[in-house]
């Protein structure tokens, strides 16, 4: 399918929404990449990611190895961030409703050979993957892309003294990719039943992978 017809963003602007953010991570922030080898180097993948700071999404588009189109809550889309995010290939969810909008947009991202940032819990939190929502699953088997988990540490462990709703200039970030998996649901279905157990399957891998990484890095 082409783009016209997926209605998936262009995938420059995601390229250029990843050197901005290197230039900013790495500029404000120490991060250490452990396991970006484990990403495809082609084709669809949906990175699954834990969710504590608002600076997690950011965090990712710097240190992936490939351009991430996020799924990002409406709400941020305001002012001028509202044409800057369009513009970097991220795109604008409802989370409050099935938004077919960015369900076809997120789909065409993968269609097209691209990566889906996703955080699966939904919307900031303990980071620990604990609220997983269905739509993970509903991506990952209607488009048949691996999943690469990814854990995010550090991110909200301590406040900035200039800027306290950020970490601490210069601190470390450890960011921390897993072995892609799929998300096996029963023969490809995509009934209720079968999200259900693509979802608990899901969960147990991606709760798997930041004990891992905590167990890891030390944090």
């Not at 990814?150 to 897993?178: I, Q, Y």
Request: charged share 20%; hydrophobic share 45%; glycine share 14%.
């Amino acid at each position: 399918m082409t783009r016209a017809t997926t209605g998936s963003p262009s995938p420059r602007g995601a390229a250029v929404g990843r050197g901005i953010g290197i230039g900013l991570m790495y500029g404000l922030w120490r991060p250490r990449v452990l396991g970006a080898w484990r990403v495809p180097a082609g084709g669809p993948v949906i990175l699954a990611v834990n969710h504590s700071h608002n600076i997690d999404g950011p965090m990712l588009m710097g240190t992936a190895p490939r351009p991430v189109h996020f799924l990002i809550k409406k709400e941020a889309f305001v002012g001028p961030l509202d044409p800057f995010l369009r513009g970097i290939g991220q795109l604008k969810v409802d989370r409050a409703a099935a938004d077919r909008t960015a369900i076809t947009s997120a789909l065409g991202v993968l269609a097209d050979g691209g990566v889906l940032g996703i955080f699966p819990e939904g919307t900031r939190g303990e980071g620990d993957f604990a609220a997983l929502r269905a739509g993970l699953a509903y991506f990952a088997v209607r488009s048949g892309a691996p999943i690469v988990p990814v854990a995010v540490l550090g991110s909200a462990e301590r406040r900035g003294r200039l800027m306290s709703a950020l970490p601490p200039l210069r601190s470390r970030v450890d960011v921390v990719f897993g072995d892609p998996f799929e998300a096996a649901a029963s023969n490809g279905r995509r009934t209720r039943a079968a999200l259900d157990e693509a979802t608990a399957h899901i969960r147990a891998r991606l709760t798997a992978h930041l004990d891992e990484a905590r167990r890891f890095t030390g944090r």
